[in-house]
């Protein structure tokens, strides 16, 4: 059974840092490129960060390029986003992405707010 269980969300105030992480079962974690998305109510879902495979690409939306990181241990299969300097504008559900196979996790909620 394929699973991707996101944890690490939160309150947290502005300038504040979180680190997200999503463990995957089920499936070759080690031979896919993993994504984060995030969404806010009413609005679509945005592609936050994407690593490649082995971790050597990875690309961001602009609007969190220099602030969070994406890094992944194939070993233990797992995906992380380190979210620094966090502004209330990131307040969303962040949910981890296998895009191949199109298999999503339940999100978990960051609310970044004074």
């Known amino acids: 059974q394929v699973r991707l269980v996101e944890s690490g969300g939160g309150l947290v105030q502005p300038g504040g840092s979180l680190r997200l992480s999503c463990a995957a079962s089920?499936?070759?974690?080690?031979?896919?490129?993993m994504r984060w998305y995030r969404q806010t109510p009413g609005k679509e879902r945005e592609l936050v960060a994407t690593?490649?495979?082995?971790?050597?690409?990875?690309n961001y939306a602009d609007s969190i390029k220099g602030r969070f990181t994406i890094s992944r241990d194939n070993a233990k299969k797992t995906v992380s986003l380190q979210m620094n300097s966090l502004k209330p504008e990131d307040t969303a559900v962040y949910y981890c992405?296998?895009?191949?196979?199109?298999?999503w996790g339940q999100g978990t909620q960051v609310t970044v707010s004074s």
């Open positions: 992405n296998c895009p191949i196979e199109n298999y």
């Open positions: 690593i490649s495979s082995a971790g050597h690409i990875r």
């Open positions: 089920g499936f070759t974690f080690s031979v896919y490129s």
